[in-house]
């Protein structure tokens, strides 16, 4: 498709930076969406895309952020939600306030996203791609990721539930679910030697993952090429989430 229109929530994270920075290399026309104004408008300047500030775990501020892409530009191709938090405790000593906040980060503004892209590309005939984010740890046990699992496990739930109501529109909905990804929101892992050198063991391929390497998988889902890919979690994961290494 040329010059696709999307929509990037969390745009200035660390995947979804290097998101952004992947489609605008490919010619689209970005929307970036997050909190921060300030650094909102200066990677939106870089990349000469459009910026438009809200809270995605705010449904209404969603929609008005997919109501504004649509008439800006005519229709909406993709949406990708990056937002999210990294929360790692046993459940007895997370805070209610913690709880509350990893849900609507991670779970909330999936919901909201599924909910405003659902309702403006159900209206196009060539239907569009949702991605999402999800995490390995909902697929496998890992210690003292109760909170963060719980809530990437019910976007996992809502990507299925959604791929199946809203396929007969062409609207697909799927996400990626990665490992330990080397992000400015990981760094109080990935900066200890020995948690990242743990975290590295755990994974098959003996590394961590790289933020360009989750965006590359969003970039293919968002894809039209992908168009026959709908209601999946894709691990990006160095193995994860299914592997065990000897």
Request: proline share 3%; glycine share 12%; hydrophobic share 45%.
């Amino acid at each position: 498709m040329e010059n696709p229109v999307h929509i990037v929530f969390g745009a200035y994270g660390g995947v979804g930076s290097a998101l952004a920075r992947r489609l605008a290399d490919g010619g689209a026309r970005l929307v970036l969406s997050g909190r921060d104004e300030d650094r909102l408008q200066s990677l939106a300047r870089e990349l000469d895309a459009e910026a438009l500030a809200a809270d995605a775990t705010d449904l209404q501020a969603v929609d008005d952020v997919l109501k504004g892409a649509r008439e800006q530009h005519g229709r909406v191709d993709g949406v990708a939600n990056c937002v999210g938090s990294l929360m790692l405790k046993p459940a007895h000593l997370t805070r209610p306030q913690e709880w509350h906040d990893t849900v609507a980060t991670n779970l909330g503004s999936a919901f909201a996203v599924v909910r405003s892209a659902a309702g403006v590309m159900s209206r196009q005939d060539e239907g569009g791609s949702v991605v999402l984010v999800s995490t390995a740890a909902a697929r496998v046990g890992l210690p003292n990721h109760e909170a963060i699992a719980a809530a990437k496990g019910g976007v996992d739930a809502l990507v299925r539930s959604a791929a199946a109501t809203y396929g007969r529109f062409h609207v697909r909905v799927n996400s990626v679910a990665p490992g330990l990804v080397d992000t400015p929101m990981t760094e109080r892992i990935t900066s200890n030697d020995r948690a990242r050198e743990s975290s590295e063991s755990m994974h098959a391929l003996g590394r961590i993952g790289t933020a360009d390497e989750v965006a590359r998988a969003i970039e293919w889902l968002l894809d039209p090429a992908s168009g026959w890919i709908t209601g999946q979690t894709v691990g990006v994961d160095g193995g994860l989430g299914t592997v065990r290494s000897a």
